[in-house]
Structures are given as C-alpha cells and as structure tokens.
C-alpha cells in the first residue's frame, strides 16, 4: 500500500488540529490494511493495476476556469469549485440561505466542528473500505453542509471537484458531508470533472435524520484517462426519503461503493444511475442497501451501454435484516453491449432474513429492443439514426426522472451529443 | 398507386397470406375486413417490412416501385404510413423529440426542407388539437403509459404530420369508445384527397359507418374472397363471418 | 394461523432414517496414498487409473477448501473419515440379483426401491450404491438389446477401459475444485452409462445411493456419454441413516453429450438433512456438470430436499453451435439445513441458449441460497439465456438469498435474469382453512404449487414422489 501514497499526504496543508488529527489515524488505517486483489470478491472483476504507481500529492493551481477547460454548470444557487482537492474563491459563489450552512471543514467554527466531528465517518465502516481512509490521509480540505431543521434550501448547492493535469500522477481526496436535521429538504449535485490521469478519491456522506428530504446526484464526467476510487455513504433515519442520481462517463478505472442504510422505519431511497462507456474505459458500480429495520422501501434502477473495449461492473446488493419486515425492495440493471470486444459483469444481489417482504431484482445484457427499431423505421427514420435515438431514450429514461429540471436540462444536450444524436427539439419547451 | 399481385407470406414458417391481389388507385379508400387470423394485420407489416415477415411469392408495387426491395424506412420515405395496432412504447425517447426526427428524415427524403423548431412545434401542436390529445403528450415518452386510446390518436397524429400518400391503419378502431372513434374518421375524413389513399383494415364494419369505403374486401385464409362496394360490409355485419364460410369457401 | 400449528404441520421424521445392520469390510479412517493404493487394488484397476488417481491426490492436497459459498460448518477433518466400506457379502461380486445378500434387498424394498425386476417400477432400470460399491444393476439384458450400456463404474473401468480413460475427467478436470481433486483421487463407484449413437435408451436409468456405515464418507463417480442423436432420461435418488456425526458425500458426475444427443438428469436428493437441532446429517458437496456439442442437449432437475449442508451447481458448457442447457431446480431447507446451490450456464456455441428455474423454499432456521453464473462468451453469437430465481419464506427465522453472476462478452448475445421472493401469507393460508384445508395440506398445496414448473420436468414417476417428498420435509416449518 505504501507504494500508493507519498510522505507527504498532505499533512503539510495547514489544518485545523481535528483534521490533521484525521489524516494521520487515516493514513495509520490505510498503511496497515491491504490492497484488495481479484480474489477478493467485491473486486472480482476490477484490478487496481492502476493504481500501482507513485502518486504525489496535489498541488494547488491558481488556473484560470478556461485554462482548467472547466465548464462551470449554471444549475443555479451556491457553488463551490475545488480545483485538485483546494478550494478555489475566485470560482466559487456563495449565496445566502438560512436554511442553509455551507462551510469548507477549515474555516469551520466550534459547533461546525463539534458536527463534523460527531458525524465524519460514522457511516463508513472503516475496516470495509481501506479507501475512506485514504480519503481521510489525503484530504486537503472538505465540505460540510448543514441543512437546519424544518427548512427547505432554496436553490440547489452544486459541489464542483476538478482536477488539473499535473506533471507527476497526483492523489487527491475530496469530501462532503451532509447533515440534513429532522424534516429538512434541499438538494445537491457533486460534479467530478479534469483531465489527466490524477486519481481521485471522492468520498460522501449523506445522514439524514428524521423526515429529511435529500436529493443527490453525483454526476462523474472525467476524461477517460481519469482514476477514481470513491464512494457515497448514507443514513436514514425514520421517513428520510434519499433520491440519489449517479451518472459516470468514461474513465480508465472508476470505482463507486454506494451504501444505503436504512435505519430508522418509513425511510425510502430511489436509487438511480448509469455509465457509458466506451474505448478502454472501465466503470464499478458496487451498491448495497441495508435494511436495517421494517417498512423502508427502495427503488434502484442502473443503466448502462457499454461500447468498444470497455468494461462495466455493476454489483447491486440488497441486504433485508431479521425483523426488517414489510420492506419493499426493488432493483433493475439493464445493459447493452454494443462491442464485440466489450464486456458487462452484472451481479444484483438478494439477501434476505425476514419473511414479510417484497423483494425483487432483474438484470438484462443485451440490444435495442426489435419492435421499437422497426416502430422508428415505419416513420422514416433510419436504422442508425434509429439505434442513436433508442440509446439515447434507453439512457434519458432515468435523467427524466430526475426532479431537477436545471440538471435535466444540463445533462440532455451532453447525452445527445455523446451519442451524436440530432434532437432538435428541446422537449421541454414543447408545450409552450 | 399500390398494385399486389399474388402475395404470399409467411411468419415463423407458417404460411399467412396465400396468394393475395389488390389495386388500390389515388385517392380511393379501400376497408379489408376479415375474421381473427385471417391475416389482416399480416397485410400491414408485410407492407411496411417488419422483420420476421417472409414474402415466399408474388409482388408489391408502390408509386411505381418494387416495394419489397426497399427498407423500411425507405418506404415511409415514399409515403407508406403504418398506424400501428398496438404501437411499441419507447420511454425516456419524446413524443416531440420523436415526432421531429421522423419528420425531418421523411422531408429531407422528398428533398423538403426541414421544418423550423417554432413552425414544427406550431404543428405538432396543432395536430394534437386535431385528434384532441393534451399538448402534455408532446412532452412524454413515445407512447409511453398512454391508454389504448391515446396510442391510437397518437398514431393519427404521425400521420398528420407525415402527410404520407398510402395510410394503412391497422385495426385503429379496436378498442376505441364512440368518441374517440368519431376523432379518429374526423380526422382521417380530413385528409382524404384527390392524391392520398387509404387501407382500412378492420374486424368491425361500425368504423365504415364513419368514414365511408370505396370499396370492402373480404380476407379469409390469406386471400381476398370477395370484393364489393360498402353494402359488403354491412351484408358481412348482418350474416357474420360464417355466412362465408358456408358460402363459395366452404 | 398460529406458530404451534405451523410447527406441528411440519414437524414429521426422516423416513429414511434406519440403519441396515450388516457386516461390512471398512477401511480405517484416514487418508493417505495408501488409502489410494488401497481402493485401486480393491477394484483390481489399470496402472494408468491408479496414477490418475495419485496425480489428482498431489493436486488435492495442494487446494483449500472454497470459502466463498453461503454456509457455515466446522472444517472437515479429511483424516478421520474412512474412505471405503462394503459389505462383507459383496466380497464375491454377486453375479445375479439372487445372489445379492436379502439384507441389502430388503433395505431397498423398505426405501421403496424393489429390485426384483418383477417388482420394479416398469421401464425403470436401478443401479443402486451401497455405501461404497454398487450393489445391483436391473435390466441389464434389456439395454443390452438397444446397445445401452449401464453398469457401476468399476466394472467399466474393467469392461469399457477405452470409453472410461477417454471421457473420466474430459469435463470436471482433477483440479477442478477442491472436492472434484478429493473425488478423483478417492472415487469409490458410482454408474456408468453408454448410449449408441442415434438410439432412444428404452427405459429411464435410475442409480440409488446410500450411505450406510457410520464415519465413512461417499464419493461416487458418474459418467454418462450420450452419443450422436442418442437419447436418455436419468434418475439418482439417495439417503442415508439418521446419525449424530456430519457425514461427507462429495460426488462428481460427467455429461458427455455429442452431436444431437439429449441428456436429461434428475435428482431427488433426499440425505439425511441432521435433526431439529442441527446436529448430524450429510454434507452433500458435489461437482456436476455436462459438455454438450453441436445441437446437444442438456437438462438437469433437481429437488433438493436432504442434507445438512449442501453445495451444488450442476452446471451445463454449451460448446457446440445450437446447444441446449437447462435448469429446473427445488431446494428447500427447514430447520438448520443450509444450501448454497445453483448452476453455471458457459456459452461458447453459435446461438446457445439455457434456462434456469429455480425455487428456494426456506423454512425453519434454515438458510438457502441460490447462486448461479450466466457467462456468455465472445464466440457465443446470438447466445440466449432465461433465468428465473424465486424464493419462498416460511416463517420470519429463515433465510433466503440470489447470487447471480452475469458475465457478457458478446453484443449479440441476450442475457436475461428475474428474481422475486414471497412468502407463505397469513391470507391465503386463511383462504385455504376457511375452504376446509389444514394448515399443513395448505403449505404443502402452496408449496407444490410454487414448485410446479420444476415438478413438471421430472420424469412422472418421480414427481410424484418429489412432492410428497417436499411434504414431508416441510413438517415442522410452518409457522
């Protein structure tokens, strides 16, 4: 593991004395735990060849967005722009809600940091996941946000995380965590973004107390040269309800870990995402949903079209523990494959303990569905430009379910023009 | 306009339609009516060239083309319009978004040119008021959750929009209440013309009490064995398919 | 319905569960290459047969036992289990059935296996293992008529050596896993079974085993070889005496489909499953699997009913362009049982396709898993596979999971997976005694009636007996 990481690890960033504090236990935690080999099952079918090779520990860039080739997103409301896991002012804009706390873990005050520290990491079982803690070794700095108790946020507040191309390979981590109090309501969108091949760690915490109401996208749009092993944790407490929207375009190795604990009764989570993937890329989708006690429900529906000599892995477990009656848990991961040298691992995972339950899941690999291609053809268009709008479609399925009609319209122009698909009419503007 | 001269078919190595011949000029509306399994929506799909349709004989002209030579959508480029029995659903692919690309290609085919994204969507607007569908509709999936009804209109308001020269409408009246079978010949009443021709196929003859055949055809065993004017229909409605049976079939 | 009703609705005993008190020659526990040595000069075996058998020995004990299955069970001490046991009578190998000894004969008559020709089942001819040698085959005269050959696997080794030699191990490797290598080095007997090419076999083929004598284990071997366009329907069924000790059963069975023929294997395995408590029973750890070529096909059923632990996958290579594979199986698990089984599908051929059904039913305290790998690779155009796991739960102690791996490399291909779970609820159980149903007959006509798609791949006979079968073994679990 020592391979992995370089003497400095960022413990010369100056910190607070909690975060540095954090940093060494985590780096202790990852130096004394192994890399996972394909042995292990949970990375069966991802080698972290990749990641065999010296990193160095990123360093602050003062480029500006145009040089960074960053494409700030206009979904509206607050937005923080880290650049190489350091915060960048001059990108960033904050506005006023009182909802809302909205603070980076370095300029928190005594109580924000008596929160962090109470929930940092409380729903990552350390021992499980080697790279929290080297989240934890190589964080520069984070992001905590409080949503106060019986408010709703008013706009959204967007996360940018970009990386610059740096000489050396370069480690970075990123955080966020999110306390939304008792029947709170915001949302929030993370964008992954840079080029090169720096390896990311992007780590999310999301605990939701009572009737909390949190949308989440995570929305992954690297350069295929791109290494990320990351992953979203996150607690439900009673009637929380977790819409949590994941995207991933290309990259050499992405690895995305998804825990859904289900704590507290009447917790529901809709769980969607999907991954296009095309030359060498390889996307891990590894999720797993913990019904922890009765009546939680969940929604999970992953897609995912994987071209060229790409691999997609998608791992979907749902965990129902004893006395967890009257859950309701539903998963779908469909896939096409589009290449003969492509390749699609699926695994979706039933594991039950309690009787008085709805559970089911499905997995297809396989084409464009005949009858709608024919259906296209009737009407004039042609093969290929039939098989580009089907793609398409079979993808915006889940964008349209996505409540956030700011990140809808962000993200369909970006689908239409990674299939090349020549959708003139904003859909949106139709009923005019 | 379409000439079929001794078609002959088959689906899944069972042979459906066994020798079919018919003409239909510009601007004529011809109803084919025939029991279950006659091979009515065959006719349909083999016109239109879904896969799994084997032609084993026998030829189609259309507008003076080799309609079996050509591909699907080189056939609706043409003019040949299918309105679906049981339309496919395609979710997370727009009704408009759909609607626009199909009328782009058929125009850009017929080297028209495209439609402008305000005049198209002043159209398509225009045509959901026609069939008395929610503009609402624009937005959603194609076909996607729409009742059997909806489906229906949906497909007549393709076939506005496409402005085809042969619309073959499959069954479009099975399943529809009264109302929205009068929407339904409202609208395809509205589009008869000197240079459009129609191909009613139907199990019932009470869609021909609102738009008015040219001619009714019998199909029974993969063959057209009677021909007439619209009294055939109605002798049909009256005496049952039987009546057939126990005539010169038997 | 109360938890007492649902427990004494299922609360029923092992009826398999006596001992045959009968002299036996039994190897002391242990393992060793004489062990080996032992049993290849017990069966008087070739030169090339005794070192295949020492080669997968050196393999064996390089290998660890698989950790990655759904069960729990204290390590298996290889070293004090005894590796061959025969009956004293069978020292001369009966040469009829009358000279078989009457003790045997009637073990199977109380198993309700009759051996007497003029007894059996009609058009099914048995071969039944005891222990570790086969004991009788039926209706040899008769398959012999159609070419059909079927005997025990030692005497195959002695009358068909070329057959033997060519396929023993062409589709379960020696290394193939760490109870394959156990089998390979230790194999006691087991059937064998040869189909000319282009014939029908005339009758269904039926292999009963049975675990008598306490410490030993049973490692029975099967080799079945379809020829071309040849035709057969097999059946093994198999119990043991109720014990206290965990006893070991590690089989492997070999399916040589060639071109155009169909095999089609059942299994009603019904070991002693341990009592209430968990203590005792069989672990049944068994190695399956069949190679079909071009146009082959290959069906396996089975109704898991026994054992305390089991771990199973028949598994189908569809090699050949347009081959078949399927599987239909019911496990079901009450009280302490646990089972972590299923199939592998391996698409190489053009246009392969498979189907697997599988129903797991839970009850007790019991847990089953359904664990299954679908791979369909880059050769493997226009493969094609269904799958479709369910899961029924009775009572809120007990286990139910789905482990599918799905592993695509070709576009063309359509892969397909579906799993759902339910339980036996409270109204239709209601239903079912409002309509003068007790609550046992209830569960089992549920049960039966999750099962029926499997059921009704079994060959008649044996249906039957299967849901009686699931009957029995669900008494107790209702709850």
Redesign the interface.
Known sequence: MADLLTPQLNAETPAPDWLQARRLAGRAAWESSELPTRKTEAWKYTSLFALQQPFMAARESAESAEELGLELPQLAGSRLVFVNGFWREDLSEIEPDAAIELVRFSEADQSQAALIAQHLGSVVPGNKHPFSALNDAVLADGVFLRILKGSKAARPVQLVWHNSPQVDAAINSQRLLVLAEQHSEATVVEHFSGQGHSFTNGLTELILAAGATLSHSRLHLESAEALHVGGLHAALERDATLNSFHVAFGGKLKRIDIVINHLGQGAHCQLDGMYLLRGQEHVDYHTCIEHAVPHCTTDETFRGIVGDKASAVFNGRIHIHPDAQKTRAELSNKNLLTSATAEVNTKPELEIYADDVQCAHGATVAQLDESMLHYLRTRGIPADEALVLLSYGFINALVEKQRLESLRDYLKPRLADYFGAALAVDSDDAGG | MLSIKDLHAEVEGKNILKGLNLEIREGEVHAIMGPNGSGKSTLGHVL????GYEITQGSVEFLGKDLLEL???E???LGL??A?QY??E?????????L???V???RE?QGASAYD?VG??RR??EACTAVDLD??F??R??NEGFSGGEKKRNELM?MML?EPRLCILDETDSGLDIDALQVVASGVNAMRSESRSFLLVTHYQRLLDYIEPDFVHVLADGRIIRSGDKSLALELEAKGYSWLDDGEVA | MSQEQIDRAIAKDYAAGFTTDIESDTLPPGLTEDTIRFISAKKNEPEWLLEWRLGAFQVWREMVGPDWAHVDYPEVDFQSISYYSQPKSMEDRPKSLDEVDPELLATYEKLGIPLHEQEALAGVAVDVVFDSVSVATTFREKLAEAGVLFCSISEAVQQYPDLVRKHLGSVVPRKDNFYAALNSAVFSDGSFVYIPKGVRCPMELSTYFRINEANTGQFERTLIIADEGSHVSYLEGCTAPMRDENQLHAAVVELVALDDAEIKYSTVQNWYPGDAEGKGGIYNFVTKRGLAHTNAKISWTQVETGSAVTWKYPSCILRGDNSVGEFYSVALTNNLQQADTGTKMIHLGKNTRSTIISKGISAGKSSNAYRGLVRVGPTAKGARNYTQCDSLLIGDQCAAHTFPYIESKNPTGIIEHEATTSKVSDDQLYLCQQRGLDPEKAVSMIVNGFCKEVFKELPMEFAVEAGKLLEVSLEGSVG
């Open positions: 239109s060239g879904r896969p591909d699907t959508e056939r609706a480029h319009f299918l679906f339309p496919v395609i979710p997370g692919v727009s009704n408009m978004e759909f626009k690309a199909s782009d290609a058929v085919s994204t198209f969507m398509a607007r503009q609402a624009l937005k999936g194609v393709q496409l």
